[in-house]
């Protein structure tokens, strides 16, 4: 497995893979932004989003790789309000559901960390489903939670969920 961060826009078997993913953890029921069913018109137009973002700097994009094949991805928002330049934001980790409880979820997580601590950011912030999986992992990887908001953003099923904001200084 190789974390590496993408700087270029992707090229179209890295597009389809991320639009894959991005398929995947949606109908998986990761709550990502995104209701079922997911198509790959509208996953490929995120993703071409993102690769703007990345080239102007705005946000850093990391992958996980296993036998050349994109299985997870990790976002670090880094153009913050003038007054919160010491912040940044963990956004749409996804895992690949092949590929879950490898340990995969913590290593981009670290590798954000340290791509956020590059960029001079010294407080992370992110946000998740409550009760989900990644809920558990941000804990383990020493985030603070905040207390739940209730009704904050629909599932891809199109229920209301709760959300936790959460924490960490690095």
């Known amino acids: ?8 826009a992707p090229d179209p078997h890295q597009l389809a893979d991320l639009c894959a993913l991005l398929i995947d953890a949606v109908e998986g029921g990761a709550s990502l ?36 094949a994109i299985l997870g991805t990790v976002q670090v928002v880094l153009d913050m309000p003038q007054n919160q330049p010491h912040r940044g ?22 590798a954000a960390e ?4 590059l960029a001079g950011k010294s407080l992370l912030m992110l946000d998740t489903q409550t009760g989900s999986a990644a809920e558990h992992l941000y804990r383990k990887a020493g985030y603070s939670p905040l207390p739940p908001l209730p009704d904050y953003a629909l599932t891809p099923d199109g229920e209301l969920a709760p959300t936790t904001i959460f924490w960490k200084r690095i």
């Not at 996953?43 to 700097?57: C, H, I, L, N, P």
């Not at 956004?91 to 409880?101: A, C, F, L, N, Y």
Request: proline share 1%.
């Open 33 to 68: 932004g995104f209701l079922k069913p997911l198509d790959e018109a509208r996953a490929r137009t995120y993703w071409e989003s993102v690769s703007k973002a990345v080239q102007a700097g705005d946000k850093a994009l990391l992958v996980a790789e296993i036998e050349g």
């Open 1 to 8: 497995m190789q974390i590496r961060a993408v700087t270029e």
């Open 114 to 117: 340290d791509r956020a601590r």
């Open 89 to 110: 934001e963990i956004s749409k980790m996804i895992v690949h559901t092949r590929v879950r409880q490898l340990g995969l979820g913590m290593r981009l997580l670290e």
